[in-house]
């Protein structure tokens, strides 16, 4: 088994911040890469920013330079970092990642249930 979990969310401010967590936990052999993505009502899901094996990043052109994200390698966990936040950034934030169960296993996405952030104006 394993497990994705998200926390942190919440109501903001327009300008304000928050940072979310994401721990993976279980039955896991290796992770290869970590991202966070959003889901706006009555849209589709998108990246927000993912980090892999060796620290490389990569963010959506949206949050580019008010987002940060990080990974904590020995405790399987991710952050996101969000300032200058801004209404268009409500959404369901998820957590995914890649990993395997074991050496011989395939590369499989893993995801969290979501938490809430929402922005007010």
């Known amino acids: 088994q394993v497990q994705v979990v998200e926390s942190g969310g919440g109501l903001v401010q327009a300008g304000g911040s928050l940072r979310l967590s994401c721990v993976a936990s279980?039955?896991?052999?290796?992770?290869?890469?970590m991202g966070w993505y959003r889901q706006a009502p009555g849209k589709q899901r998108e990246l927000v920013a993912r980090?892999?094996?060796?620290?490389?990043?990569n963010y959506a052109d949206s949050v580019k330079g008010r987002f940060t994200i990080s990974r904590d390698n020995a405790k399987n966990t991710l952050y996101l970092q969000m300032n200058s936040m801004k209404p268009e950034d409500t959404a369901v934030y998820y957590c995914?990642?890649?990993?395997?169960?074991?050496?011989?296993?395939?590369?499989?996405?893993?995801w969290g249930q979501g938490t809430q952030v929402t922005v007010s104006s």
């Open positions: 980090v892999i094996n060796g620290g490389s990043t």
């Open positions: 279980g039955s896991i052999f290796s992770i290869n890469a």
């Open positions: 995914a990642a890649t990993l395997r169960r074991s050496w011989s296993s395939m590369w499989s996405d893993y």
